[in-house]
């Protein structure tokens, strides 16, 4: 098999790149796939709302901080077709001491305060978009809270956050 030319340089437009790539998936008889996610979603905004058009009711994972999930637009993204909610953490918040990359989750935080911050996320976002957030169960000691898998087809969705 020969090596495909290599794509135009850093210099041109991100969008011509990506439509050459495209290009080539179709000439090789080959279909891209999309995982479609946006991060720390707190409210509706024009851009949240362009995004959900663009989704156009197809699968769309949404990032979103619990403990800021503004309720309406929660309840506008439980009433959309495809959406799943994904907890990005609690509050987005850094934790990590001065001169440590940021963290919310980290070795310098108690585990019992990260894992009560992580259930009540998941719980919060289930209060408010019940059909949207994925239901919780335990592991059979209680200790970690995971979201049950969100299925898309054959595809299986499932995010968990310990960064920023």
């Not at 637009?73 to 439980?78: G, N």
């Not at 959406?83 to 609690?90: F, I, K, N």
């Not at 009540?120 to 169960?137: D, E, K, S, V």
Request: with cysteine; proline share 9%; hydrophobic share 45%.
């Amino acid at each position: 098999m020969q090596a495909a030319a290599p794509i135009e340089s850093a210099a041109s437009d991100p969008w011509d790149r990506l439509r050459t790539v495209f290009d080539r998936y179709a000439a090789a008889g080959r279909t891209a796939t999309f995982w479609r996610r946006d991060d720390d979603v707190t409210a509706q905004s024009p851009a949240l709302d362009r995004l959900l058009e663009l989704a156009a009711g197809g699968p769309i994972t949404l990032a979103a901080i619990p403990q800021d999930l503004d309720p309406a637009a929660a309840a506008r993204l439980d009433e959309t077709p495809g959406v799943t909610l994904a907890p990005h953490g609690w509050a987005h918040a850094n934790h990590a001491p001065a001169g440590e990359k940021k963290a919310e989750y980290g070795a310098h935080r108690p585990l019992d305060a990260m894992l009560a911050e992580i259930a009540g996320g998941w719980a919060r976002l289930q209060a408010l978009a019940p059909a949207a957030a994925p239901r919780l169960h335990r592991d059979d000691r209680g200790v970690w809270t995971w979201p049950e898998p969100v299925h898309h087809g054959s595809r299986c969705a499932l995010y968990s956050s310990c960064g920023m």
